[in-house]
Nanobody, 126 residues
Framework: QVQLVEAGGGLVQAGGSLRLSCAASGRTVSVYAMAWFRQAPGKEREFVAA????????IYEDSVKGRFTISRDNAKNTMYLQMNSLKVEDTAVYYC???????????????????WGQGTQVTVSS
């Protein structure tokens, strides 16, 4: 089991920036990839970005490409999401997720991830 704790959410004006962090603990040696998802009120939880824990190119949902950057610090067992040029439509609860090893499911597939954080609220005002 992997425990995940997000931090860094808050209220920001449109055009501003926030950096989210996700600290992992527990059986982290089993993690192959981690991701960020988000869920806006009344909507399904959707993929935002993902990264392999040992390297390789990250992937992004189209609407955040060029604005968000996912990264990781293996020494600290922490993943980050740098969010720039924030838009009102980025408002959501952001969740950190981790898998439990290699999977045939793609990095953007919600079903791939079996470990989830509690979520952190990001609110972008106009």
């Amino acid at each position: 089991q992997v425990q995940l704790v997000e931090a860094g959410g808050g209220l920001v004006q449109a055009g501003g920036s926030l950096r989210l962090s996700c600290a992992a603990s527990g059986r982290t040696v089993s993690v192959y990839a981690m991701a960020w998802f988000r869920q806006a009120p009344g909507k399904e939880r959707e993929f935002v970005a993902a990264i392999y824990w040992t390297g390789g190119m990250p992937i992004y949902e189209d609407s955040v490409k060029g604005r968000f950057t996912i990264s990781r610090d293996n020494a600290k067992n922490t993943m980050y999401l740098q969010m720039n040029s924030l838009k009102v439509e980025d408002t959501a609860v952001y969740y950190c997720a981790a898998d439990n090893g290699a999977s045939w499911l793609g990095l953007s597939a919600r079903a791939r991830y079996t470990n989830w954080g509690q979520g952190t609220q990001v609110t972008v005002s106009s």
